[in-house]
Nanobody
Framework: VHLVESGGGLVQTGGSLRLSCAAS????????MSWVRQAPGNERESVAT???????NYADSVKGRFTIFRDNVKRTVTLQMKSLKPDDTAVYYC?????????WGQGTQVTVSS
């Protein structure tokens, strides 16, 4: 099983980034997919989830700024982030939640400079 994130980096306040997660080794369409972030000294925080049926949910802190979408054919989940703030600085993880199992990616660093 692999969840490989890409697209992180350094961006200025107000900028945009797109994170992508490529999945392999499991039945992607049967898993709810999320982006979870962790800033230094903080607990992990789920910022966006898309269910197997395409329903989405966002943390209040990112509503209106982040969009999650998935492609079950390409087996990818993407997080489009705009109007980024320094508080968005964190390691962002791709997370797959199934009925019996769940999987984590290795994470990608997002740094927003003020």
């Amino acid at each position: 099983v692999h969840l490989v994130e890409s697209g992180g980096g350094l961006v200025q306040t107000g900028g945009s980034l797109r994170l992508s997660c490529a999945a392999s080794g499991f039945t992607f369409r049967n898993y709810n997919m999320s982006w979870v972030r962790q800033a230094p000294g903080n607990e992990r925080e789920s910022v966006a989830t898309i269910t197997t049926g395409g329903f989405t949910n966002y943390a209040d802190s990112v509503k209106g700024r982040f969009t999650i979408f998935r492609d079950n054919v390409k087996r990818t989940v993407t997080l489009q982030m705009k109007s980024l703030k320094p508080d968005d600085t964190a390691v962002y993880y791709c997370y797959a939640a199934g009925y019996w199992t769940d999987y984590w990616g290795q994470g990608t660093q997002v740094t927003v400079s003020s």
